[in-house]
């Protein structure tokens, strides 16, 4: 019997031949990483190790949840991460450049066969490049910083085949939403999704990123592609591929692996889809809740911030204006992203429509500040989550979509179809 491709990458960090799903294994971690909200749990349980060395490599250091800080507490989480890099030496911060998921991969430190850790749930979505990437909590990734090594149950896998080409109008994250609506949000608990077939071939980083971000919504403890030629294009791009691309073909699933189950998608089936309020989970094709009125609109995250996505956003808005009653806000998920749309023009685009642009950072989606919600407000947003209170106050809803529908609702000041509106211009800009 074969492996898949994340029995693979766990033998090879546990100095095994072989992994079976169950076993328990100490496995070598390539990069672990802290944020500006889990440090202090992190820094309390070095104290009780008593404040061993950390290998300045290995570690990565993230402020991205209070990008920039709000008010006086967050402001000392952000001081006390920065004085934490000093402190030990360590030679991956970013204290400005944006969400962590998209901020690592930019930077290189996702790579096919690795192991990446972080005080993240959604580090799965480093999976899109080929690693098992997965959360855990701030005490295991003290110890993976300290010892490069941390134990896991090897996951069962689901093979998802995606086939076809999407429709108009049609997105990954739309898929995502169908997986969530059809199977549920404990489709794969403590299970690796393998995201495969023609479909997911022709897709590019960004939108395999959004779809093993959206794992960890389905319970997945990790989610994963499996490297190819569009994998060392990207990590070419960002300066952090190897010579040849021969060194990945090992990180492909045996053809005699063994699934815990096995799911074909056709996405030439599929509609514009949102989920509505309080489950992502609870996902209805967007013509029936159309017409619902919405008071703001999120169009970034981890989830669905990227270049394409803010490409796809001003493609809708451009020579559009956003309506009186909504509040569109635009948050790029790097500093990369936000220099490149600029680039392109597309946050000039954004701006005229009448959206507030704002830094690379998680606020809006936690709840946090740069889109807080009062009781009674509606948003209509490309984050991952939608349960009560995400967003500010716990009488406030969330209704998950792309951005193509988000940006469509924010003109018409209520859910709309993305296809009834359509593009401003049929050219997507180059």
């Given at each position: ?14 100095g ?8 328990i294994?100490?496995a ?73 998921h ?7 430190l ?104 959206m ?41 005699d ?6 799911i ?10 949102v ?57 790029p998920?790097?500093l990369?992203?936000?220099?490149a ?90």
């Amino acid at each position: 019997m074969g492996m898949t491709i994340t029995e693979k990458i766990l033998a090879r960090a546990s100095g095994r031949e072989r992994v079976v799903p169950g076993e328990i294994v100490w496995a070598a971690v390539d990069k672990a990483c802290i944020d500006d909200v889990q440090l202090g749990i992190l820094e309390r349980a070095l104290a009780k190790l008593g404040e061993p060395k950390i290998d300045p490599e290995r570690a990565v250091l993230v402020g991205d949840h209070y990008l920039p800080p709000s008010n006086l507490e967050q402001a000392q989480a952000v001081r006390a991460l920065r004085r934490f890099g000093e402190r030990h030496g360590l030679k991956h911060v970013f204290l400005k450049e944006g969400v962590k998921h998209q901020v690592l991969a930019e930077a290189g430190l996702v790579q096919p066969g690795q192991v990446l850790v972080a005080t993240d749930s959604h580090t799965n979505t480093g999976g899109a490049l080929g690693a098992f990437a997965t959360a855990l909590g701030p005490t295991e990734v003290a110890v993976a910083m300290v010892h490069g090594r941390m134990w896991f149950r090897v996951p069962e896998s689901i093979r998802v085949e995606v086939r076809g080409s999407f429709p108009e109008y049609v997105y990954p994250k739309d898929l995502a939403l169908y997986l969530l609506g059809r199977y549920g949000v404990d489709l794969a608990t403590y299970r690796a999704i393998e995201f495969t077939g023609e479909t997911v071939r022709r897709m590019s980083v960004s939108e395999r990123m959004t779809l093993c971000n959206m794992s960890t919504e389905m319970g997945a403890k990790s989610a994963i592609v499996a490297p190819d030629e569009v994998t060392f294009a990207y990590l070419q791009s960002v300066q952090a591929a190897p010579e040849s691309l021969e060194s990945w073909r090992q990180w492909q699933s045996d053809a005699d692996a063994a699934y815990a189950q096995e799911i074909v998608v056709d996405v030439r089936e599929l509609e514009p889809l949102v989920a509505v309020p309080f489950s992502p989970g609870n996902v209805r094709p967007v013509r029936e809740v159309a017409g619902k009125p919405v008071d703001q609109a999120l169009i970034g995250t981890c989830t669905n911030g990227n270049l394409e996505d803010i490409g796809v956003a001003a493609a809708m808005l451009r020579g559009r204006r956003v309506h009186p009653r909504v509040q569109l806000i635009v948050t790029p998920a790097s500093l990369g992203v936000m220099r490149a749309a600029l680039a392109r023009g597309w946050i000039q685009d954004l701006v005229d429509a009448g959206a507030v642009v704002t830094n690379p950072g998680c606020g809006a989606c936690a709840g946090m500040h740069m889109g807080v919600l009062d009781a009674g407000e509606v948003r209509i947003s490309s984050q991952n989550r939608n349960f009560r209170a995400r967003g500010g106050h716990p009488a406030s809803e969330i209704f998950l979509a792309s951005p193509a529908t988000v940006a469509a609702s924010a003109v018409t000041g209520r859910i709309t179809d993305p296809r009834e509106l359509g593009f401003s211009e049929r050219r997507m800009p180059a």
